[in-house]
């Protein structure tokens, strides 16, 4: 892992001072999502004193195995955040992760340099490590347009010299996001996710994300807006390569805070998801 140090050594020397000039991206909120809990998951969320999320668990609730972890380390002039963080891929495999995402002047993700081993459970022997690096676009309405992705398999004399590339395109509509397409090729996307809103008015607090971007862990940053400014509604319904739909309904309490939310699957099944709030700057917690 000597490696790793150093990369991350030369990647915190690469970074240069920035100043937040433009107008921010992340804004405070009253209120700060805490824990989101069903039958069969449960992420919790933990804080610094300044608001930004420092650590990110994701769990199955009855065993407490991990699905994904994550800490966050955040550059003194807000130029950075420093991501390690862990992946379980099936049964048998997990993702390290070591990573430095920078941010645009807005606060918004700009680009991200890292490196991602993957691991056999078993007996934590080494599958392969990976070189990555990513660059996000933004509209001029600041919602996340496109996403590219390069990854250089790291062999014993170097890195592979014929890189994986493949994209992540959003589609919006009215201020809300409606379609996510990943491709290696535009003709044939690998997935195509469709999303449908409710009419009328949203929620303020609805930190709600049914596709991650790119990333597990970069989940309690979608919340924060640390990747443009989020839908203005409520999804109603995601279509998966307009083959199958999931539908979403939620419980709205009368300060405009989603306390729970409902995901039908497919198959018909109803999955109940409980949300935690606390209130910014206060260890006071609204729970239901």
Known sequence: MKYLSILFL????????????????????KYRIVFIYSEETTQTFEYNPTGN???????????????????????????SVKINAEESHG??????????????????AKSAEGVVGLYRIEDNSLLMKKRYSVAFSYNELKQLESIQIVEKRMIDNGEDPYP??????????????????????????LI?????????AGADYAPIVQ????????????????FGVKPKGLVKTVTVDNNYSTDY????????????????????????????????????????
Not at 256 to 265: A, F, I, R, T
């Open 10 to 29: 030369a990647l915190s020397l690469a970074i240069t001072s920035c100043s937040k000039n433009d107008e921010p991206i992340i804004r405070s909120t």
């Open 53 to 79: 999320i420092t650590e990110w668990h994701f769990l199955e609730t009855t065993s407490s195995q991990t699905i994904a972890d994550a800490s966050y380390d955040y550059d003194a002039d807000g130029c």
């Open 91 to 108: 049964d048998h495999q997990k993702w390290i992760f070591e990573e430095v995402l920078y941010l645009n002047q807005n606060g918004a």
């Open 164 to 189: 994986l590339k493949w994209n992540i395109d959003f589609a919006w509509s009215d201020n809300n996001l409606i379609e996510y397409r990943e491709y290696l090729t535009p003709a044939s996307p």
């Open 192 to 200: 195509v996710y469709e999303y449908t809103y409710y009419d009328g």
């Open 211 to 226: 596709r991650p971007i790119l990333r597990a862990y970069y989940t309690p940053l979608q919340y924060q807006g640390y």
């Open 249 to 288: 309904s939620y419980n709205i309490s009368t300060n405009s805070m989603v306390e729970d939310y409902y995901e039908k699957s497919p198959g018909g099944k109803d999955t109940k998801y409980t949300i935690g709030w606390e209130e910014s700057g206060t260890k006071s917690s609204i729970y239901h």
